[in-house]
């Protein structure tokens, strides 16, 4: 069952801020140079900014003063001239920034869409598409800001820290001791501010991710929301879930802002030792007002440095979630040494196979099932709803491994084929039959990129897909939305679409549910051409479907009930000849 | 951006807050320094020890006050922010549920999401945090000017007149930053349905090997998304770079001129001095416009998307009256078109209360069509829908809805517990109902040997359920509404053979209390119905009885024989 429902939070994982933090740092690597360049930039425009009051103290109080015209002209001068290389720097550090940053997340979010595409189906069928969605769109943004914090904020405050404090302590020890004296408050109560914070900046998280994928579903399900009547009701879990976001987000600041208190108390503290030691030695005016100008120099990186820790616990939170995905370890693992299988007979066996949900172990889906299907055999599995028939599908198609148990095709084990091979090999319409957004032709091709227009039409005209698809205003060029196409039409598309791919094995789950009678004679047709000569898998409740299958197996329970011929199983009186006499019973 | 001016309104308690403490902070730091000159003057040069520890303690407090105005305004205007998102949220929510179906054939759900979630947000700091940051900005900038003025008029016309430059670049850029950001909205739209498809696909993606190809098409959207992303950081570089530049000329310039007044002696230098302690505090709010116009560009972009789904009016007008009176729907000569095909053509039908209307005919011939007219999710070009003697568009969309449970075709399941997945609609049904419903369903049986029975999560779609299994959990839903019209749209199709004759015979047991649309491709589903009409291609082609049909040896009767058999055929006739 599903982990996890639209409106629950997502479990939180253990963290280590400090792992994710190095971890974001290591995607700078490749890019040494540019974060060195974009640091020396920084470094030399604070040097120029560090001239600016230089040269308006030498304007006023030199050039002013002894009325130089041409000196004042001068200075000013070199003033427009420095400002317009202070934006010149600023250009350039913007743009190298601007491309490692996002460069970065390009790189993440395509490194965790990829993985994501490794993961199992038991991944996706556990969790709601928009809390995926949350991850690899919006928390991977946080990346960024990280990043940017880190090389701009953090590597030249620090430099100008050390530069500020050496300079005050050459300028004046005790002074610049008794400022010092200030700063364990600072650093203790940003500590303190920050992990306090922490917790709420990965419920905001999670909270967001509610609103996600709330909307998502509601906008999904829209036509069921709206005919049940359950706009208020829905409008009124996401007035709370959205509520949950403010309050999450409110918890969070109302610890975070408290920094601007910890910051002007340190500062407060590091004045009065400062004016304190200054009148117990007897310092001169002169002397203590020199060094209150390098004080706010001095609080300037350190408050800084303080805001940038303080975001650092919501862009954690934010980057920890993009590599939880990125950690998932998928659970079907292709072989270490792949088989690789040009072309399969299509010969399948499975021996003693059991299966269970990875996280209901003790509930056996399906148990100790075995069978063989040769050659071009077409196979029906037939069962009540839920027996396992979809399973065993799943297992066959490798969407699932079993928990014990082997399953062969050609003689070689499953697990060991390589899975482009085995996909390719194998063609399964699962019972979704799932479109892409595009053009009918566009998902007729899926399966195979380079279809000719002739292979596309034959095979539409083999499903009997051709007329309806000619009927439309576009042909084959129109877009495939919920309203142009009806549920029986876009099974008839999704048939079409897995014939054009060509499998030597073939699965069908319950694809012609949807297609009415008149229809599906005629899809029948289709299916008896997709059928021939292949090794076919045919789950339906029409027992017209099912008459011709070389064999039939029933499956109730997790297990082979019954297995045999249309005419056998009847003769045999069983469940089979049950289910055939309540259809035909009238 | 009106529609939010709204949301902040509700929220002015905050807002005087937030200024109350701006203000205060302003007063703190004029008082400061009043503090080091006493210590300065009265301790150092007069010698009064004794006042040292007062001022050194009260200069503490105010350092302390400072601290507290700064994070009571800080914490108030983020809260003002996250609360109009809220606002703006849960509006725009509930708007977009009233929408019809061409709006959300035009809108993916991943695009919505968007909207929802990051456009509201972006509008929200605005109003928060942003807003009343670059109103201190404005505040502080007027002060400064106007002192600026009274020391020196020559001195700020030079600032007033480089202003409008600064004022163009800033223009220039939002301008920019707006389509940029639209770019990036839609950008974002975009790849969250491209990967909100391979999500939802991901059986048929890795059933047909498209591991690769999905990830080439995410990489196409991701690739411009970041190509979006480095130009709109690029244009508010030079942008940024550009308005520092004429900030810092601003200062130099109008040290040149009152230099050159103090040299003609038209100026004291101390008045000189002193001008340009304000000219400086003029210099750096104009470092910070770069990325306020940037938060503020974003939110445009956004404020445009939001107010373009506000602005839409649903297609469909609402009635008023809120309560139907009868159950007898009548269809009369309904046709519709849609871009110009005919979907529909000439429908006319009378299903009576406690009567049953089955309706066939092939795949795409309209039938769902005539169930979605019947609920209004559109209405037809020609032709009316009666419920109750009144045209179906007098009611409201509550009371009209309210009078059908629809199983729809297409399984749509919450991610919720399987009890609230029954209940929707009407949380407060009792669980009783619920249960009843989902034993006639035949869907109890399941339910309960699901690890935690009714209060087990169900997947999105209901992932983690079989078809048919999904099916009668659709079926238990539309039961537990009890509404007076049952449409089953094809809602048997995934039903093993003996659990949908056990749901047809508790569906039997109901009518005469209730009507019913059947809509199926099953002789079996429809042979009882009190009139069976039988669709192609948008038009009536055949209706009657069972009997009367199988009489007319048309397409009902091919249909029969082709699902059972021509002996079964002659010999129910």
């Known amino acids: 069952m599903a982990v996890n429902s639209a409106s629950a939070d997502e479990a939180r994982t253990k963290t280590q801020k400090r792992a994710t933090v190095i971890r974001v740092l290591g995607y700078m690597k490749q890019y040494k140079w540019q974060v060195i360049l974009v640091i020396t930039l920084m470094i030399a425009a604070s040097a120029i900014s560090v001239v600016f009051p230089l040269l308006i103290e030498n304007a006023v109080d030199v050039q002013v003063a002894s009325e130089n015209k041409k000196g004042l002209i001068t200075v000013v001068c070199i003033g427009l001239g420095l400002a317009l290389l202070w934006s010149a720097f600023y250009i350039i550090r913007v743009r190298i920034m601007a491309s490692i940053s996002n460069s970065v997340v390009l790189q993440v979010r395509s490194e965790a869409f990829a993985h994501l595409q490794k993961l199992s189906l ?4 556990s969790r709601p598409t928009g809390k995926i969605l949350a991850r690899i769109i919006g928390d991977i943004t946080s990346l960024k800001d990280m990043l940017r914090q880190l090389v701009t904020t953090l590597i030249p405050n620090i430099f100008f820290f050390i530069a500020i404090t050496v300079v005050m302590f050459i300028k004046n020890p005790v002074f610049a001791g008794a400022v010092f004296v200030a700063l364990p408050v600072m650093a203790g109560g940003s500590f303190i501010v920050f992990r306090m914070a922490f917790r709420f900046w990965q419920e905001f998280r999670q909270k967001q991710s509610n609103v996600n994928a709330f909307a998502h579903e509601t906008f999904s399900g829209i036509r069921v929301v709206q005919s049940f009547c359950a706009e208020k009701q829905m409008k009124n879990s996401f007035a709370q879930i959205a509520s949950q976001v403010t309050k999450s987000f409110t918890s969070a600041v109302i610890r975070v802002d408290f920094i601007d208190v910890v910051i002007h108390a340190s500062q407060g503290i590091g004045y009065f030792l400062l004016y304190l030691m200054a009148v117990r030695t007897n310092a001169t005016v002169g002397a203590l007002l020199a060094f209150t100008t390098y004080i706010s120099l001095f609080w300037q990186p350190i408050r800084q440095l303080a ?60 148990n100790d099932v075995s069978f063989k299907a040769s050659e071009g055999e077409t196979i029906a599995l037939v069962g009540p709803t839920g027996a396992g028939k979809t399973t065993i599908i799943n297992l066959l198609a490798r969407f699932y491994d079993p928990v014990s148990g082997t399953i062969m095709i050609d003689g070689t084990p499953l697990s060991s084929i390589a899975i482009p091979d085995l996909r390719r090999h194998i063609g399964v319409m699962t019972q979704d039959s799932y479109l892409f957004s595009g053009t009918i032709r566009d998902n007729l091709c899926y399966g195979k990129l380079d279809a000719t ?40 598309l999704a048939l079409a679409r897995t014939l054009l791919a060509n499998p030597s094995i073939l699965i069908l789950d319950e694809a012609t549910s949807a297609i009415d009678t008149a229809t599906e004679l005629l899809v029948q047709n289709g299916i008896r051409l997709l059928t021939s000569g292949r090794t076919s898998f045919v789950v339906a409740h029409r027992l017209s479907t099912i008459r011709n299958a070389s064999r039939i197996l029933v499956i109730d329970h997790g297990s082979i009930q019954e297995s045999g011929t249309h005419s056998e199983l009847l003769a045999q009186g069983g469940q089979y000849a049950a289910l055939y006499k309540a259809q035909f019973g009238i | ?46 010698q009064k020890t004794g006042e040292l ?87 502080h900038v007027i002060v400064m000017l106007a002192c600026l003025a009274r020391l020196s008029l020559p001195m700020a016309l030079v600032c007033i007149v480089l202003m409008p430059f600064i004022a163009v670049l800033g223009y220039k850029g939002e301008k920019k930053g707006d389509a940029l950001y639209g770019d990036i909205s839609e950008e974002t739209a975009t790849m969250n349905k491209t990967a909100g498809e391979a999500i939802s696909g991901i059986r048929t993606v890795k059933a047909f090997n498209k591991e690769e190809h999905e990830k080439k098409r995410f990489e196409k959207r991701n690739k411009h998304f970041f190509d979006l992303s480095v130009r709109l950081e690029w244009m508010f570089g030079n942008c940024d770079a550009g308005v520092s530049f004429l900030g810092r000329a601003m200062l130099f310039l109008s040290i040149l001129a009152g230099g050159l007044l103090v040299i003609s002696k038209k100026m004291s230098l101390g008045t000189l001095a002193s001008s340009v302690e304000y000219v400086n505090n003029l210099v750096w709010p104009m470092m910070e416009i770069g990325w306020i116009l940037n938060e503020i560009s974003s939110a445009m972009a956004s404020s445009k998307k939001i107010d373009n789904i506000f602005k839409r009016k649903s297609r469909l007008t609402e009635g008023t009256i809120d309560s139907v ?129 009714y209060s087990t999560v169900i997947g999105e779609k209901g992932v983690g359920l079989s078809g048919g299994q999904k099916q009668r959990l659709c079926i238990a839903r539309a039961l537990a509404k009890n509404a007076p019209i049952l449409i089953l749209d094809d809602s048997t199709s995934a039903l093993d053979m003996e659990t949908e004759r056990e749901i047809q015979h508790e569906l039997h047991a109901l009518e005469h209390k209730q009507s019913t649309i059947i809509v199926a491709h099953r002789i079996s589903a429809v042979r009882r119905a009190d009139e069976i009409i039988y669709l192609d291609r948008g038009r009536i082609v055949e209706r009657g009885t069972h009997q009367s049909l199988m009489a007319m040896h048309g397409r009902y009767y091919e249909t029969f024989v082709a699902q059972y058999s021509k002996e079964d055929a002659d010999g129910s006739k």
């Open chain 1, 453 to 492: 227009d002739d292979e596309i039409k034959s095979a539409c005209k083999a499903i009997g897909a051709d007329s309806f698809i000619l009927a439309t205003p576009k042909g084959y060029d129109t877009e495939v939305t919920d309203q142009t196409l009806s549920q029986g039409q876009r099974q008839l």
């Open chain 2, 1 to 46: 951006m009106k529609r939010f001016m709204v949301y902040a309104a509700r929220h002015k308690g905050l807002y005087l807050i937030a200024f109350l403490m701006l203000f205060g902070g302003i007063a703190l730091d004029a008082v400061i320094p009043s503090f080091v000159r006493k210590l300065v003057d009265d301790v150092m040069i007069g």
């Open chain 2, 53 to 139: 520890m007062t001022l050194l303690l009260s200069m503490l407090g105010c350092f302390v006050l400072r601290g507290v105005t700064d994070y009571l305004q800080e914490f108030s205007s983020d809260k003002v922010g996250w609360k109009v998102a809220e606002d703006a949220r849960v509006d725009l929510f509930e708007h977009i549920e009233g929408e019809d179906q061409t709006f959300f054939r035009e809108n993916t759900p991943g695009e919505l999401m968007s909207r929802v979630k990051r456009d509201t947000e972006s509008v929200g700091t605005t109003f928060g945090f942003i807003g009343i940051f670059m109103i201190q900005i404005i505040i």
């Open chain 2, 325 to 453: 009176a009868d159950d007898e729907l009548v269809f009369s000569h309904v046709g519709l078109n849609l871009e110009d095909t005919m979907i529909l053509d000439d429908i006319s039908f009378t299903v009576s209360s406690g009567k049953t209307l089955g309706i066939m005919g092939a795949t795409g011939s309209g039938k769902s069509t005539i169930t979605n007219l019947a609920l209004r999710f559109l209405d037809p070009t020609s032709g009316t829908i009666l419920l109750g003697g009144r045209p179906s568009t007098d009611y409201t969309f509550h009371a009209l809805r309210s009078a059908f449970s629809i199983v729809t075709q297409d399984i749509f399941l919450f991610s919720d517990t399987a009890m609230n997945n029954i209940k929707i609609g009407n949380p407060d049904m009792s669980d009783q109902i619920a249960m009843h419903a989902a034993a006639s369903a035949k869907a109890d049986g399941f339910i309960t040997h699901l690890e935690e029975g």
């Open chain 1, 307 to 366: 805001n940038m820790y303080n975001q650092l616990g919501n862009q954690i939170a934010g980057a920890e979630r993009v590599f939880e995905i990125l950690d998932t370890e998928p659970t079907l693992l292709e072989s270490e040494h792949p088989v690789s299988m040009p072309s399969v007979r299509g010969d399948v066996q499975f021996s003693h196979v059991s299966f269970a949900y990875p996280d209901e172990p003790q509930t056996m889906v399906l």
């Open chain 1, 122 to 125: 038991h991944y996706f069928d």
